[in-house]
């Protein structure tokens, strides 16, 4: 794997300068090559992974895991109708599935009324949405590989040889 | 009261730096690059194992010398990937980390009067051993060059009593290793001389700029070599505290001998566990040697932009830096660079009296700390 990769996917926040010191090389070869997969939609954006259990100002957003059962189009296959559902600002993640239903979408809203009304609304009176399942998060663990709990301490001793 | 302990261990040489450790341990907040240990926890898989097999009812003794699966996955992995083959049966013994393993070796391979080499700055446990034995613990300074064993150095240093040389690489405190080439010579010599060899490869997966060789895979090597290595470092397994020796089976089955009068066996959990680090922690192994080659280039350009004279290391997690051009001894640079800034290093004279001017830096720690403690090394230096 590219080890730029693996080092931006730990710390996005990782300074060139600092990569071309681990990596060996120079702080301008590691710019451009990250501004060529950035330019190649390999990085595609740097995110900030929140725990927003802890955040404390704003009342917690509802989540839910939506699964879509749909009838393709000739042609289209399931990319069409795919695009209409993933263009609203409520679908937060779009995967097409094997298995019993097709699409499986992450939908994000203030409250459960709101992801409800999305899904009745807007989603099930789709013309080839077939049926849909919803399943409201109750708790994170782990979100692309990242366990949502405080790091713990070391549990090292602090000198050893 | 009368005096009880024995002359032997009273004569043992106690760590120059242990006030130095308590001070470390008595504060708060330290960055520690003192430590001899991953700063990984064993990858899930393997301690999932470990506690599967706590589920199961594996909470027994095993046989002396271990798991016979396990004994089998060594020898199979070792095969595979040095071409070297030994009997699980009679050539391999599980051990309770490597440290286990360097006694059971002594004790089963010296007599007293006997020389033992180490190359030295060395691990800290080889002379202390050696001398509990009434064998005697000869040095060989690599300081003159570059830290390396030379054929020529090892040469010198042999004479009739010589038994057998305690041969570590990569190197504790030093990061040093040796190219196949190199250790061939090495090899020559000791062959040429009938001089034994115990090596501790347990840094071997941690070898960054070329291939780690296994010594015993070396012409004529293997019926002359200890090889003594354990899942703590690579596998980030250093608790569990597991381990193993392979070599020929007269001393595989002397050592034996001891290893079941007074460990029995290495607690079944963790060879269960190790099972598991060798059939699936391979990726985790490899996953981790990149970082810490990452680290290795931060640290080393860090410190040589401070003017410190460092090499860089071959593998494992060390620098070994001197401190001499600061004005300062190990002791006083470690003691000073604690108490005003809060970084802990370990001092070289732990690791033999001739190192007062280096000091141990180990970068089994995040790079986040690692940048942080270069910022406060620097500020270390310039406020003086």
């Known amino acids: 794997m590219n080890e730029i990769i693996e080092i931006l996917e730990k710390d996005a926040r990782t300074s060139p300068e600092d990569i071309a010191k681990m990596l060996k090389k120079k702080p301008a070869a590691i710019k451009e090559a990250i501004k060529k997969m950035e330019k190649e939609g390999i990085i595609l954006k740097y995110k900030t992974v929140v725990n927003p259990d802890l955040v404390k100002e704003e009342a917690p957003r509802v989540r839910a895991l939506i699964e879509v059962s749909i009838t393709p189009q000739k042609d289209l296959g399931f990319d069409r109708i795919a695009e209409r559902i993933y263009s609203f600002p409520e679908v937060s993640s779009c995967y097409l599935v094997s298995g019993t239903y097709d699409l499986l979408l992450i939908v994000e809203g203030k409250d459960l009324h709101t992801v409800a009304r999305f899904v009745a609304e807007k989603l099930s009176p789709l013309e080839n949405v077939k049926g849909t399942a919803t399943h409201f998060l109750l708790k994170k663990y782990k979100e692309d590989g990242v366990i949502l709990k405080h790091r713990e301490e070391n549990k090292r001793i602090a000198i050893t040889y | ?384």
């Open chain 2, 1 to 384: 009261m009368k005096d009880r302990v024995s002359k032997k261990v009273k004569d043992m040489q106690p760590s120059g730096i242990r006030a130095f450790f308590d001070l470390v341990l008595g504060m708060k907040d330290v960055i520690s690059l003192g430590v001899g240990e991953p700063d990984f926890v064993t990858p899930w898989q393997i301690r999932e194992a470990g506690i599967y097999s706590l589920e199961e009812g594996f909470t027994s003794y095993t046989s002396n010398k271990g798991l016979m699966k396990l004994r089998l996955s060594i020898s199979r992995y070792l095969k595979n990937k040095t071409g070297v083959q030994y009997c699980p049966d009679e050539e391999i013994l599980i051990t309770v980390g490597v440290s286990e393993a360097v006694d059971l070796a002594l004790r089963t391979l010296v007599e007293p009067g006997d020389k033992v080499l180490i190359p030295s700055p060395s691990y800290v446990s080889y002379a202390p051993l050696t001398e509990l034995l009434g064998a005697e613990a000869v040095r060989i300074d690599t300081g003159k060059n570059n830290f390396k064993l030379t054929p020529k150095e090892l040469e010198k240093h042999i004479d009739p009593r010589t038994k057998l040389m305690i041969f570590n690489y990569p190197a504790n405190p030093t990061g040093t290793s040796y190219t196949k080439k190199e250790l061939k010579e090495i090899n020559r010599v000791l062959l040429k001389h009938s001089v034994f060899c115990i090596t501790d490869e347990v840094y071997g997966d941690l070898t960054y700029d070329f291939e780690h060789t296994h010594f015993a895979s070396l012409a004529g090597a293997q019926k002359n070599t200890l090889y003594l290595d354990g899942f703590s470092k690579s596998y980030a397994m250093t608790g569990w505290r597991i381990g193993f020796a392979c070599g020929p089976k007269d001393i595989i089955a002397g050592m034996t001998k001891i290893h079941q009068y007074t460990i029995m066996c290495v607690s079944i959990t963790a060879q269960m566990a190790a099972c598991e680090a060798l059939q699936s922690g391979r990726s985790a192994v490899e996953e981790m040697k990149r970082e810490y080659r990452r680290r290795r280039e931060l640290i080393v350009d860090g410190l040589q932009k401070m003017g410190l004279d460092c090499l860089k290391p071959d593998g494992a997690f060390y620098v070994f830096p001197c401190v001499k051009k600061t004005g300062m001894n190990a002791m006083q640079f470690a003691e000073g660079l604690l108490k005003t800034q809060k970084v802990a290093v370990v001092p070289g004279t732990a690791f033999g009296p001739h190192y007062e001017n280096y000091i141990r830096i180990s970068y089994a720690s995040s790079i986040e700390n690692l940048k942080e403690a270069l910022v406060r090394m620097k500020a270390f230096l310039q406020r003086r």
